[in-house]
């Protein structure tokens, strides 16, 4: 079969997504481009957000628009929290989130013998074993993602990937090291820790093991990488972590807080675990331990959640200033049938939400441009050429660009800043030396 994939969504997705590439083709399968001909279009789906949900709907009905006699299959979270969607959606195969394995081999039974539609949905709650993927993507990558954690159990009011992905379910520390070992010695630069909420790996594992652990024991196995660290909960930055974590020379000094809100009254209807103190406690940690070279703070901030004042959104407004973010995801709040959210009082209208997303957009790109006015001289892992400059990106991941004729793929080399650009940085080669 020729099997063609498109993926919405998070860095879990993509991961997967990868690793379903990798089972396909370890099977004899061919891969080819969503946009041509195949046998088989795969979508990966997502829904994080109303508008998630209507991309992958999108994004089926175009498959099946390319050809009539292909298989169209849909996985992922959209499916697997929204199973009643798909008796409308031209899809001969819908799977959820979970035994990909399964997946691959059930595409083939399908596609060989074709008949009605084909449902396999299990109940994500009663998961319980980390299914361990083949990491790392085919060839001309210099970033390969690691899924150590899958599933949460936080139950934040606006958000439905708990009912997506089920509990919580650890990669064992072992794998992980032996996995990031073998994703150096394939020659790839850069690692990514990525799970549903890495946060909470380890509280499933023998012992119950801290993310620290984890962080430690990969770094250790692939010393010539670097290891940068998915979206993290404030919870995990305390000073016992920071102690271990500034000691690790290969970690990438990033740190991507969920945040979602600025404002202790909407944390509190969010469901949220900690209050603006605790998530300042933890940026002064970073800064505390983290200063040369600078790191970089970011996160995620949802406005117009139900019941958020102007007062409120006032008062997020000033805190993520205070917190002088490198850099920010800002989400108008999405309302998820079943969330508790979801039938929450005093809705925000669709128009004031916008003009808040507008307003605190503003305000991030603000902060993003002063902490890109911060950099002289910076090392790059270069990924691709386009437009005439090649793009890489700092341990920070402050995305670089610059001009050459040389083929940087997957080199770490010097630049210095000529430029700062709109949410990016201009700068020239300072020699031609690998760090």
Known sequence: MTVAFYTLGCKVNQYETQALEQLFTARGHTLAPFEGEADVYIINSCAVTAVSDKKSRQTIRQARKRSLEALVAVCGCYPQT?????????????????????????????????????????DVMKRRVFESLPAGGLEGRTRAMLKVEDGCVNFCTYCVIPYARGPVRSLPLSDAAAQAEKLAGEGYKELVLTGIEISSWGRDLAGKPELIDLIEAVCAAAPGCRIRLGSLEPRTITEEFCLRAAKLDNLCPHFHLSMQSGCDATLKRMN??????RFMESVGLIWKYFQNPVPAITADMIVGFPGETEEEFDQSLDF????????????????????????????????????????????????????????????????????????????????????????????????????????????????????
């Open 272 to 277: 949220r675990k900690y209050d603006t103190a």
């Open 320 to 435: 993520i200033q205070r917190c002088a973010f490198a850099s920010m995801h800002i989400f108008p709040y999405s309302k998820r049938p079943g969330t508790p959210a979801a039938s929450m009082p005093n809705q925000v209208p669709r128009a004031v939400k916008e003009e808040r997303a507008r307003a605190a957009a503003q305000a991030a790109a603000r902060m993003e441009r002063g902490y890109l006015e911060w950099w002289d001289k910076v090392t790059v892992l270069f990924e691709e050429e386009r437009d005439g400059l090649w793009r890489g990106h700092t341990t920070q991941y402050c995305e670089v660009r610059v001009p050459s004729g040389e083929n940087l793929h997957n080199q770490l080399r010097k630049v210095q800043i000529t430029a700062v650009e709109d949410g990016w940085l201009l700068g020239e080669l300072l020699n031609l030396e690998k760090e």
């Open 82 to 122: 929204h199973p009643e969607d798909m008796a409308s959606l031209p899809v001969d195969l819908v799977a959820g989130t979970g035994d990909r394995r399964g997946f691959v081999e059930l595409v083939e039974r399908v596609w060989a013998k074709r008949q009605e539609k084909v449902t396999a949905l299990d």
